[in-house]
């Protein structure tokens, strides 16, 4: 088992930065292939991107390529998704995400998800 909790949302201007964290409860979080999603209200839950379980595979949908980065720090049990160039439509709850097996981009795929943190982008 493991609980996830997400930080670092908030409110920026389009152009703009921010990194999200999502810490994790559990001595197994090496273990755990992660995953960062995100919703708007009226939408399915959107792959944002993903991270195996030594960092070393990375997957990101195509509509973040080149402007996020996803990392992690197993010895800090964290996973960070660092946004840069922020457009309006990045604008949702983002969601981390864990899963025992690997790669998927299918948010019923996974098995711990943390509450979400709100990130505005305002033009």
């Known amino acids: 088992q493991v609980q996830l909790v997400e930080s670092g949302g908030g409110l920026v201007q389009a152009g703009g930065s921010l990194r999200l964290s999502c810490a994790a409860s559990?001595?197994?979080?090496?273990?755990?292939?992660m995953g960062w999603f995100r919703q708007t209200p009226g939408k399915e839950r959107e792959f944002v991107a993903a991270i195996s379980w030594s960092g070393g595979s990375t997957y990101y949908a195509d509509s973040v390529k080149g402007r996020f980065t996803i990392s992690r720090d197993n010895a800090k049990n964290t996973v960070y998704l660092q946004m840069n160039s922020l457009k309006p439509e990045d604008t949702a709850v983002y969601y981390c995400a864990a899963r025992i097996l690997e790669y998927s981009d299918y948010a019923h795929e996974y098995d711990y998800w943390g509450q979400g943190t709100q990130v505005t982008v305002s033009s």
């Open positions: 559990g001595r197994t979080f090496s273990s755990y292939f």
